[in-house]
């Protein structure tokens, strides 16, 4: 699969909530790294994900390929996220995925990287103050 091709997939499943097109991209205990969620399984971030959304709309930005320093492929997936929680809350950002891959081509760890300064007071008036991951000092 091109990087342009995962990208469509993976948005387009992301869109749509829905859970083994998802997953069927990650190889098995692959790891999600999430500015709200923290780092966590893909098989438990997903469902946390969809239960969060009431509505996702996502707008492929890019797609490149490149390589970790130690030679892994990685690929990395710019889009705009107009996410909107249960409740009506938009909480919309532009984001960059960044997917390290195993070498049978699916995702070993997804690192997503947006300025949550927006989307986490929305979150956390929706789910509750301090609810939002954030790493240690």
């Known amino acids: 699969m091109t990087p342009k091709e995962l990208a469509e997939t993976y948005l387009d499943a992301l869109a749509r909530g829905d859970l083994p097109a ?20 893909a098989a438990e971030f997903y469902p946390e994900l969809f239960a969060d959304t009431g509505r996702a709309k996502l707008n492929l930005l890019g797609a490149a390929e ?3 320093t130690s030679g892994g492929r ?11 929680l ?3 809350q938009p909480a919309d950002f532009e984001c ?5 891959l195993a070498d049978d081509g699916r995702i070993a760890a997804l690192h997503i990287i947006y300025d949550t300064v927006t989307a986490r007071p929305a979150y956390e008036a929706e789910k509750g103050e301090g609810t939002s991951w954030r790493p240690s000092s």
């Open 22 to 41: 998802v997953l069927a991209l990650y190889r098995r205990g692959a790891i999600v790294h999430s500015p709200l969620y923290g780092p966590i399984p």
């Open 66 to 68: 490149g390589a970790t």
């Open 74 to 84: 990685i690929v990395t997936i710019w889009f705009q996220f107009d996410w909107t």
């Open 86 to 88: 249960p409740s009506g």
């Open 96 to 100: 960059v995925d960044v997917l390290e």
